[in-house]
């Protein structure tokens, strides 16, 4: 069974940055696309970002385009969400999920999940 862990999440000021991680365990990392997610108080899981298993090919929503960045490392099994200039908007409980086949903007296509790790941006 696989399992997700992020972390890294807090509380930071309008305009900071924070660097969330995603640990992956009992599983071969390099074989899964992975993608971030947000979920906010009373709204839809919305997608963030997304990566493919080489690293090579990235998907960003257009919320976050220019301000986050998607990154792995699979020697570290390690999945990476930079995020600058943060905006009170991006408050949400951030999750990393990942897919056996090619990532996609939606939830439903994604086979193993995170608890997920709160982010809350202070105006």
């Known amino acids: 069974q696989v399992q997700l862990v992020e972390s890294g999440g807090g509380l930071v000021q309008a305009g900071g940055s924070l660097r969330l991680s995603c640990s992956a365990s009992?599983?071969?990392?390099?074989?899964?696309?992975m993608a971030w997610f947000r979920q906010a108080p009373g709204t839809e899981r919305e997608f963030v970002a997304a990566?493919?298993?080489?690293?090579?090919?990235?998907a960003y929503a257009d919320s976050v385009k220019g301000r986050f960045t998607i990154s792995r490392d699979n020697a570290k099994s390690a999945l990476y969400l930079q995020m600058n200039s943060l905006k009170p908007e991006d408050t949400a409980v951030y999750s990393c999920?990942?897919?056996?086949?090619?990532?996609?903007?939606?939830?439903?296509?994604?086979?193993?999940w995170g608890p997920g790790t709160q982010v809350t941006v202070s105006s």
């Open positions: 990566i493919n298993w080489s690293g090579r090919s990235t």
């Open positions: 999920a990942a897919t056996g086949r090619v990532y996609s903007t939606n939830y439903v296509a994604y086979d193993y």
């Open positions: 009992r599983v071969t990392f390099s074989n899964y696309d």
